[in-house]
């Protein structure tokens, strides 16, 4: 962003905060949170004036809520104008280096069924290996490009491990994710539309419509990070995650003046609108969406199959076909009762986003951050805490 930029924004921004203060009431304010009631159950809202809404609960566990004609065609097809002009680069993928070590330990780690064997299903429960969704066909094709089965039992034993090593089978999926994105957990484009002091008419307005659905206060939304705006082509994707991170107070807040190093992603909402109509694929899905049988122990192991939503896009709970002008708004944190603030990440909020089968797909994202403990001086400064050297805020 060019200097002028920041030093607008930094200005606009000191104005906010010694004037205002604070967009809440620490001894007092509570998270809102919308009540889902039933699936299916309708609410009308007024989001700005002349304009009325209808928000319909898709989901109790997680509350998730649809809102149909949020923005006007005019206004999605504004958004992707202003993406294109801002530029688009590849979304980053997230990864943990794998343990790619020959030895026992980690021949038992791959052996998940304990019965000294690894066989096709077992290779595509291998964490971290460059984020990549493998089917038990691609594993069995590595076992035959590798040479792996020497015995033609369709299964690595102890002494083929050994034979093959580790390392050669971390290299191959490091090749299968060059030579073809596809495999991967993520595969669009982003771009970043700052809306906090903005010049544009559309999104000047953008806050006063979210602070109404979201029941949040203005100016906590006009202090949290810049819109997000996403494009698939076809084969484009993003399978299971979360938007923000477990509550951990020796890891700070992402914000904009400590994005370059060690931090979580502290999301107490996301509020997602489909920019254009998919005819074909590209849905948004919730895998467990109000699954009574939810666990974290068993969820680890069915995430292998049920995230690769190439393949199990139609199994998840929740289905959404995207629509232009549609919201949908969720919850990624609970709320902590003790002190009304944002508390433990919503496990039930994995979702993900189909592979886009033919043309495209475009979406925004924004997030409405809370960062610090409730009245920490973070949390009044919010996500766009731009700071100057020596100068304390």
């Known amino acids: 962003m060019a200097d002028w930029k920041i030093t607008y924004l930094y200005l606009v921004f000191l104005f906010h905060f010694h004037f205002i203060h604070c967009w809440y009431d620490e001894e007092n304010f509570r998270l809102p949170r919308r009540n889902p ?17 209808k928000i319909k609960t898709l989901s109790v566990n997680p509350p998730v809520f649809e809102i149909k004609n949020f923005l006007s065609p005019e206004e999605c097809n504004y958004l992707i104008f202003m993406a294109k002009r801002a530029g688009l680069k590849d979304s980053p993928i997230h990864t943990e280096i794998g343990n790619f070590k020959t030895n026992r330990d980690v021949f038992t780690e791959w052996d998940v069924n304990n019965d000294t064997y690894v066989d096709a299903a077992e290779f595509t429960f291998i964490r971290n290996k460059g984020n990549l969704y493998l089917t038990e066909v691609e594993m069995m094709a590595m076992m035959e490009d590798l040479e792996i089965d020497k015995n033609d039992d369709n299964k690595m034993n102890l002494e083929e491990f050994y034979a093959i090593t580790a390392e050669t089978i971390g290299k191959y999926f490091d090749m299968l994710g060059e030579r073809n994105p596809k495999l991967r957990s993520r595969l669009s484009k982003q771009s970043w539309i700052w809306h906090y002091g903005a010049y544009d008419q559309l999104v000047e307005g953008f806050h006063e419509r ?23 082509e076809e084969g484009g994707h993003y399978y299971c995650h979360h938007d923000s991170d477990e509550i951990d107070p020796t890891i700070p807040c992402c914000t904009h003046e400590n994005m370059d190093h060690m931090c979580r992603q502290c999301r107490y909402l996301t509020v997602m609108f489909f920019l254009n109509n998919v005819t074909s694929g590209g849905q948004t899905v919730f895998p467990v969406a109000d699954n009574k049988t ?4 068993g969820w680890q192991e069915e995430a292998p199959i049920k995230c690769n939503l190439g393949d199990n896009c139609e199994k998840s709970n929740l289905i959404v076909q995207p629509s232009q002008g549609t919201a949908l708004l969720w919850y990624n944190h609970q709320i902590d009762q003790s002190n009304g603030w944002m508390g433990h990440l919503d496990q039930m909020t994995y979702h993900g986003g189909c592979d886009v089968t033919t043309s495209e797909k475009w979406i925004a994202n924004t997030w409405i951050n809370l960062i610090g403990g409730k009245g920490s001086r973070d949390s009044k400064k919010g996500w766009l805490a731009l700071k100057r050297p020596n100068d304390e805020l």
């Open 37 to 53: 009631v039933h699936i299916g159950y309708e609410e009308e809202i007024k989001v700005q004036i002349g304009q009325n809404n």
């Open 210 to 232: 979210l602070s109404r659905l979201t029941e949040l206060p203005h100016d906590l939304i006009e202090i949290s990070e810049p819109m997000q705006v996403v494009h698939y």
């Open 294 to 297: 939810f666990s974290i122990e």
